[in-house]
């Protein structure tokens, strides 16, 4: 008992003092008015892109309960009843990743995944990690469920440049957010994984995969009732044709998914 109670307290010791330096930015949350250069080979300037340019902020109250259903249901089923860390979720992820000899498990929350995008880069490091783990406690003592949820609609990428749900739901579905469909949200909701590889413009096989999928969570957490389910899944994807962004070429364009 007396070597458990030292090994927690070294444990502890060593999490308060990786994370001394983790605090939480409030305007790091909210603040979009970021430029991205790209440089040529030789350092030339080839592209200024304002990041401002391709967000359009959205409020939680103005969208349908089934499009924030939607992301519930696939990110994060336990985000309006645990304090930001699903412990659950992260135990499982560890023992896999103990047995792959790898941290390719994430087992992020929607509070985690708001503090990575905005905080913390994409290293899959223990030291990471713990900072996420810290941040991600100040983010829900800070703020409602509500505010957290729309904090994270507004910043996710969901490829093609579109960088927060409304500037996806118009790229995409030439609509505003709050006007999605049952379909449409789903088919937003599963570009997250791979916003590149489930492009409806790139596989719309694939996207239309992931739709559906995101459906059957929804009908499983009873989000949907199966009518409403078998009725989503029998649509189109009804993807827009592709409007390239201000005239920009593909390499452009790939260099921006890739970032």
């Known amino acids: 008992a007396l070597s458990l109670t030292a090994v927690v ?42 990041v401002e340019g391709n967000r ?37 992820a560890l023992f896999k990743n103990i047995a792959s000899f790898s941290f390719k498990e994430g087992a992020s929350t929607i509070s985690q995944q708001l503090i990575k995008n905005t905080h913390l880069s994409n290293d899959k490091t223990l030291k990471r990690k713990l900072k996420e783990i810290r941040l991600t406690k100040q983010l829900e003592r800070a703020y409602s469920k509500d505010e957290i949820l729309e904090m994270y609609l507004n910043t996710i990428y969901f490829g093609h440049s579109c960088y927060g749900l409304q500037s996806a739901a118009r790229f995409y579905f030439d609509t505003d957010a709050e006007d999605l469909s049952l379909e449409q949200v789903a088919a937003l909701v599963g570009l997250l994984t791979s916003p590149n590889n489930y492009s409806p413009f790139k596989n719309a096989e694939r996207c239309l995969e992931r739709r559906n999928i995101v459906l059957k969570s929804m009908l499983e957490c009873n989000f949907i009732d199966k009518k409403q389910y078998e009725h989503a899944i029998e649509q189109p994807l009804g993807a827009v044709a592709w409007r390239s962004a201000s005239g920009r070429t593909d390499y452009i364009n790939a260099a921006l998914d890739e970032l």
């Open 9 to 50: 307290t070294a444990a502890l010791a060593a999490y308060f003092a990786i994370t001394a330096d983790a605090k939480l930015d409030a305007s790091k949350l909210i603040n979009y008015g970021q430029t991205i250069n790209i440089y040529d080979d030789e350092g030339q300037k080839i592209e200024s892109s304002s």
């Open 56 to 92: 359009s902020s959205v409020k939680i109250s103005d969208l349908s309960e089934e499009t924030k259903n939607a992301f519930i249901a696939s990110e994060d089923r336990k985000f309006y009843s645990h304090n930001g860390l699903n412990y659950g979720r992260m135990v499982k």
